[in-house]
């Protein structure tokens, strides 16, 4: 079965895609520096990975953090220090 981008997914996407054309048309235009033009295709890749494992986390219920049910009111289980 295959499964169709959700409306989340494509905001994310169109948002990369901005981005990604802003910084090219700056890059071309020479008003980026030699840091930032390294930098941009970095965070560019950390987002992307970023998007899949929240993805991959809201989709599978065990990577979720486990919480305690109260009736009504779900409160999170507490962090250990």
Do not use: D, H, Y
């Amino acid at each position: 079965m295959v499964r169709g981008a959700t409306l989340l997914q494509a905001q994310r996407w169109a948002g990369t895609l901005t981005a990604t054309f802003a910084f090219i048309a700056c890059a071309v235009s020479g008003e980026l520096g030699p840091v930032t033009m390294t930098l941009f295709p970095v965070g560019l890749v950390g987002s992307v990975q970023r998007q899949r494992v929240e993805e991959l986390r809201l989709v599978t219920p065990q990577l979720r953090a486990p919480s305690t049910k109260l009736g009504n009111i779900t409160k999170p289980s507490k962090i250990q220090n």
